[in-house]
């Protein structure tokens, strides 16, 4: 079993940033494959972003890449997001995710673990 706690969401207006972190608890963090994925109201959970076990391969959707960063602490087990630049359409809660592979994974059926999410609001 894996438990993941995700903190540092909030209120926050255009253009500025947030860091979101994931703490780890359970099984050994470093052999997890690390995910972040939003939800906005009335919308479908969709992929942010992803990170393989050891950090070196790590992945962005289209609508956040350049403005995202996801990096992992192994030895804190602790994965993070930071945020910048952020959008009103950045408006979600955003969840952290764990699961089981060497890779890096896209899609919420790749996770066995998922944390209570935190919110991210954006305002114009």
């Known amino acids: 079993q894996v438990q993941l706690v995700e903190s540092g969401g909030g209120l926050v207006q255009a253009g500025g940033s947030l860091r979101l972190s994931c703490a780890a608890s359970g099984r050994t963090f470093s052999s997890y494959a690390m995910g972040w994925f939003r939800q906005a109201p009335g919308k479908e959970r969709e992929f942010v972003s992803a990170i393989n076990w050891s950090g070196d391969s790590v992945h962005y959707a289209d609508s956040v890449k350049g403005r995202f960063t996801i990096s992992r602490d192994n030895a804190k087990a602790t994965v993070f997001l930071q945020m910048n630049s952020l959008k009103p359409e950045d408006t979600a809660a955003y969840y952290c995710?764990?699961?089981?592979?060497?890779?890096?994974?896209?899609?919420?059926?790749?996770?066995?673990?998922w944390g209570q999410g935190t919110q991210v609001t954006v305002s114009s």
């Open positions: 995710s764990a699961g089981a592979g060497t890779g890096t994974y896209m899609t919420p059926r790749e996770y066995g673990y």
